[in-house]
T-cell receptor, first 108, second 112 residues
Framework: EDQVTQSPEALRLQEGESSSLNCSYT??????LFWYRQDPGKGPEFLFT???AGEEKEKERLKATLTKKESFLHITAPKPEDSATYLC?????????FGAGTTVTVRA | NAGVTQTPKFRVLKTGQSMTLLCAQD?????MYWYRQDPGMGLRLIHY???????AKGEVPDGYNVSRLKKQNFLLGLESAAPSQTSVYFC???????????FGSGTRLTVV
């Protein structure tokens, strides 16, 4: 069965303390892996799409990487404004299947 | 601004009442989706549509119905609301189902 699993569920960081979030997937014939950011009370906001193992994408303090079985979202020197829930998702039969998300809290 | 618009943003229903949530997109996307989001469970697909006049069941379709009479609109109906349907509902659209998903800002529904 196709599945997307994210860890950890929650991550509390001190400002400037770098860390990584994990998204593992079991999908045959991967057609892309998406990362979204979601702020409280808002809809998911697109961050990155990764298509093949070894691919990397960067945006400000965020860098996403992809292997054949998992993706990592690295947060480098985070700031309080990076606090959010980060979701990963894969398209399966033209529908997005989501992980449960990692809630990141960055303290000043 | 182009995007996905959901109405209403908030609603409180009594058990057994009915209501319709409206999703409108102005990007000419073929695919539209309704998800619900509950704490600790992520986004789960309720129903989806691959084009005007089509609908299909997702992961958690029971208790909901949908219609897509116009390409730009996707309606989600609750015929007899139950407390278990208390959730945040998100609509999304995509040009092909493989990329370019855009989400609305959500509808927070409470059933008492």
């Amino acid at each position: 069965e196709d599945q997307v699993t994210q860890s950890p569920e929650a991550l509390r960081l001190q400002e400037g303390e770098s860390s990584s979030l994990n998204c593992s997937y079991t999908v045959s014939g991967l057609r892309g892996l998406f990362w979204y950011r979601q702020d409280p009370g808002k809809g998911p906001e697109f961050l990155f799409t990764l298509y093949s193992a070894g691919e990397e994408k960067e945006k400000e303090r965020l860098k996403a990487t992809l292997t054949k079985k998992e993706s990592f979202l690295h947060i480098t020197a985070p700031k309080p404004e990076d606090s959010a829930t980060y979701l990963c998702a894969v398209p399966v039969d033209y529908k997005l299947s989501f992980g449960a998300g990692t809630t990141v809290t960055v303290r000043a | 601004n182009a995007g996905v618009t959901q109405t209403p943003k908030f609603r409180v229903l009594k058990t057994g009442q009915s209501m319709t949530l409206l999703c409108a997109q102005d990007m000419n996307h073929e695919y539209m989706y309704w998800y619900r989001q509950d704490p600790g469970m992520g986004l789960r697909l309720i129903h989806y549509s691959v084009g005007e006049g089509t609908t299909a069941k997702g992961e958690v379709p029971d208790g909901y119905n949908v219609s897509r009479l116009k390409k730009q609109n996707f309606l989600l109906g609750l015929e007899s609301a139950a407390p278990s349907q208390t959730s945040v509902y998100f609509c999304a659209s995509s040009p092909t189902g493989d990329y370019g998903y855009t989400f609305g800002s959500g509808t927070r529904l409470t059933v008492v």
